[in-house]
């Protein structure tokens, strides 16, 4: 099974995500401290509230999940980028491709 990680835990990424996990990934949601403790309470997807992740997906705040992926995707808006490789550049597997995802 594909092990994916999402970076970002936005509408955007929550969306990708979910159709991951749809598609049968593995997926793995990780995103800042203080959204995953939102997220966390009620699993509900940030700005759809009618939306809930399933339990089968993991969220975290932890970046060492990163290490464990098979393609890791980022989610985060363009201001942001640079603050979120910052972040995880230290645990970035060297062999797993990156895909960068933003909305025009």
């Given at each position: 099974?594909?092990?994916?990680?999402?970076?970002?835990?936005?509408?955007?990424?929550?969306?990708?995500?979910?159709?991951?996990?749809?598609?049968?990934?593995?997926?793995?949601?990780?995103?800042?401290?203080?959204?995953?403790?939102?997220?966390?309470?009620?699993?509900?997807?940030?700005?759809?509230?009618e939306i809930s992740f399933p339990k089968e997906?993991?969220?975290?705040?932890?970046?060492?999940?990163?290490?464990?992926?098979?393609?890791?995707?980022?989610?985060?808006?363009?201001?942001?980028?640079?603050?979120?490789?910052?972040?995880?550049?230290?645990?970035?597997?060297?062999?797993?491709?990156?895909?960068?995802?933003?909305?025009?």
């Open positions: 099974m594909l092990k994916v990680s999402v970076i970002g835990l936005g509408a955007w990424g929550s969306a990708l995500g979910l159709t991951a996990h749809r598609a049968g990934a593995r997926v793995t949601m990780l995103g800042l401290e203080h959204d995953v403790k939102t997220v966390l309470k009620d699993r509900a997807v940030p700005l759809c509230p997906m993991d969220i975290t705040a932890d970046p060492s999940v990163l290490t464990q992926s098979d393609l890791i995707v980022f989610v985060v808006p363009a201001q942001g980028l640079r603050y979120c490789i910052e972040g995880v550049k230290h645990v970035l597997p060297k062999d797993v491709p990156l895909l960068l995802r933003q909305r025009d």
